[in-house]
């Protein structure tokens, strides 16, 4: 079931196949397999989390957040991407995808909004989206937006990244504060004209035409407030699929239409992030 508040499934996703000899590789950091296999299989997305580092930042007013962060090889200076997480809060295929980010040239910062917090269900998932502070929520996307910025081995230049739950915020947090490119996949878009106005960066937004909260009203009125407040550099991409349908451990995974989306993601940062 999936709905404003959040996306939840017990049904199994797609099996992916990898040879034995090629995950032996990969778990030794001596191959690379496509993102999809890695997502869906627990041990390869744990072992690609597990290449991130941690890092801590103190925030005004003394909260102390954490997040994982995934560096490319070399020196720099490389675009950063902040990446935040679904209900599910920062597990290994959120980690794992940082890791994949690093491997194509960016500084990849997969954000915790949870204060560790994991769910394995849909209630557990809930309870602790109920428990963020919106203001804390935004002091840690701001922080960390502002913290890459500085960064000795950054470019300057950021983009927010976020699925369905952290799709809302990967907006909310271009509106505090102006990035150089915004990613959603299946986020809620409600907002006004007014707020948008804030909104100094372009927008990618990658939606379903099967999903039946983050819908064709929702998206249509987002294209309409967006253009009332001037914000021109909106591309929206439609996808016959259902929420969700870029998750490989879900029952909505589709394959094609994950990596139609991911390629068009890569294209649109390397495109306002390089140089």
């Keep these: 079931m999936c709905d404003l508040r959040g996306c939840g499934t017990t049904e199994a996703g797609p099996e992916l196949q990898v040879t034995s000899a090629r995950r032996r590789l990969f778990l030794k950091g001596m191959a690379s397999l496509p993102l999809a296999v890695v997502l869906a299989d627990p041990l390869l997305a744990k072992a690609a989390g597990q290449r991130t580092e941690e890092v801590s930042l103190a925030l005004p007013g003394g909260l102390q957040v954490r997040a994982h962060l995934a560096l490319p090889e070399g020196e720099g200076p490389f675009p950063a991407v902040v990446l935040i997480h679904e209900w599910w809060g920062l597990n290994d295929s959120i980690k794992a995808v940082a890791n994949e980010l690093a491997e194509q040239g960016f500084m990849a910062l997969a954000v915790d909004l949870y204060g560790g917090g994991v769910a394995e269900n849909r209630e557990q998932a809930l309870a602790l989206k109920s ?28 983009a927010t990244l976020g699925w369905c739950y952290g799709g809302g915020w990967s907006l909310d947090a271009s509106l505090a504060r102006p990035v150089d490119a915004t990613i959603i996949y299946y986020g809620n878009v409600r907002r006004s ?28 009125d987002f294209q309409r407030a967006m253009a009332e407040a001037g914000k021109t550099d909106l591309e929206v991409h439609w996808y016959v699929a259902d929420h969700a349908f870029a998750n490989p451990t879900g029952a909505r995974y589709d394959d094609e239409n994950a990596a139609l989306a991911w390629s068009r993601s890569l294209a649109f940062l390397h495109r306002y992030l390089d140089g």
């Design 193 to 220: 004209a007014e707020q948008l106005a804030a909104l100094r960066s372009p927008v990618l937004g990658h939606f379903a035409t099967l999903d039946k909260s983050i819908d064709e009203a929702m998206v249509g």
């Design 131 to 158: 428990a963020v502070n919106e203001a804390e929520g935004i002091a840690t996307l701001t922080g960390w937006v502002d913290w890459l910025r500085q960064h000795e081995r950054s470019n300057g230049k950021v």
